[in-house]
């Protein structure tokens, strides 16, 4: 196993914090992986660069992406920047021979997405996507149950991902709403629901949407008068049939008042069901169908060291994982898979299609109907 590995992170925002947060905490859960060395931290602005990279352990900091992806010291290249900028950025550092984390979606359009996909496998690097959420082992174990038949066969899924982080009209206009960017919420938040159903379910063979803009216009500044139209949408309400041949639904939501984070999911069978909630993301509910009417109902399961990798964190139950610590399983299991020359996942070819279910909803609700995906 390669016994270390140079990174390098593009971006301070969010995501740029959370890759940081994870890289530093990988090897301290997982002592078997290779060791990440943090080595060069980009930002646009040099005092911000040069900030985060003192306050994130980074040797080095630049304003130059490319300066960071042809770097000799970097082995890793992780993109946490607007989705405009993930094409470029990741072909150049797969050209450098540079495995590569992006956050999702890949890329503004389908078609460059995919030849992201095929750069990368004719390279021979490893890659890997930002679907954190299913990195929880709760979600590991639910998938284990649907593979080996504990619910019998699957009859229904309905998922969903609702926040409110654009509800409000008067929040300015921004990167996320421009359509150079890409679709609004159902690659945003979409993505990750539709991420999480292909990873328990498989496939989604076929869909039938109706995708909204519900917030017209926004200010192009805080507080400034001037507007401007928005193009993209804000919700987004899916019928899915899934290749094994069970039907659901999948909502994707970002201007659902009151909610935060809202990734859910209910999933039935004939012999009974799970339901999950990022917002309780440590608890988990079975139903068992077949029991006494008197006593039957959900049962709460609680994460602890009996789900791994949780006991690499915390050896006591009911004390819980967060979000940061799914970053952490992410980036552990990935430096894991380089090392070994393994295939880490989600990687680029998941994400792509994923984002073919993404754009088949979209060309549905254009045309009032079924669409096949792909």
């Not at 997982?30 to 646009?44: G, K, Q």
């Not at 041949?245 to 999933?267: D, H, S, V």
Request: proline share 4%; charged share 20%; hydrophobic share 45%.
């Amino acid at each position: 196993m390669t016994k270390e590995l140079g990174i390098g992170l593009i971006g301070t925002g969010f995501m740029g914090k959370a890759h940081a947060f994870a890289y530093r905490a990988a090897l301290a859960a997982f002592p078997d992986i290779p060791v990440p060395r943090l080595e060069m931290i980009a930002d646009v602005d040099h005092g911000i660069a040069s900030t985060a990279a003192k306050q994130y352990g980074f040797a080095r900091a630049t304003t130059d992406w490319r300066a960071l992806v042809s770097d000799r010291g970097i082995d890793v290249v992780s993109i946490t920047t607007p989705n405009v900028f993930h094409k470029e950025m990741a072909l150049a550092a797969i050209a450098a021979g540079k495995h590569v984390h992006c956050e999702k979606p890949l890329s503004p359009s389908l078609a460059h997405s995919l030849i992201m996909v095929e750069a990368a496998e004719k390279a021979g690097v490893a890659t890997q996507v930002g679907f954190n959420y299913i990195k929880n082992p709760l979600l590991k174990m639910v998938r284990d149950m649907v593979a080996a038949g504990e619910l019998g066969e699957i009859t229904g899924f309905r998922g969903i991902h609702a926040e409110d982080y654009m509800h409000d009209p008067e929040s300015p206009y921004s990167w996320r709403i421009d359509p150079a960017g890409g679709p609004g919420v159902i690659a945003d938040l979409g993505s990750h629901i539709i991420g999480m159903a292909r990873f328990l379910l498989g496939p989604i063979a076929e869909v039938s949407a109706d995708v909204r803009t519900v917030v017209k216009s926004r200010p192009v500044a805080k507080g400034a008068a001037e507007r401007k139209d928005v193009w993209v949408d804000d919700v987004a309400r899916i019928l899915v049939n899934f290749g094994r041949g069970c039907g659901g639904t999948i909502e994707a939501n970002w201007i659902a008042t009151g909610r935060k984070m809202q990734l859910g999911f209910e999933l039935t069978g004939e012999k009974g069901s799970l339901v999950f909630t990022q917002e309780r993301l440590n608890e988990l509910l079975l139903y068992k169908a077949g029991g006494d009417a008197k006593t039957s109902g959900y049962v709460k399961i609680e994460a602890g060291p009996q789900h791994q990798p949780y006991g690499q964190f915390c050896i006591a139950g009911g004390h819980q994982l967060g979000f940061n610590d799914l970053k952490t399983i992410e980036m552990g299991e990935f430096l894991r898979a380089i090392g070994e020359g393994a295939k880490a996942g989600p990687d680029f070819r998941e994400a792509y299609e994923i984002q073919k279910v993404v754009e088949a909803a979209i060309a549905s609700s254009t045309a009032r109907g079924w669409m096949a995906v792909g």
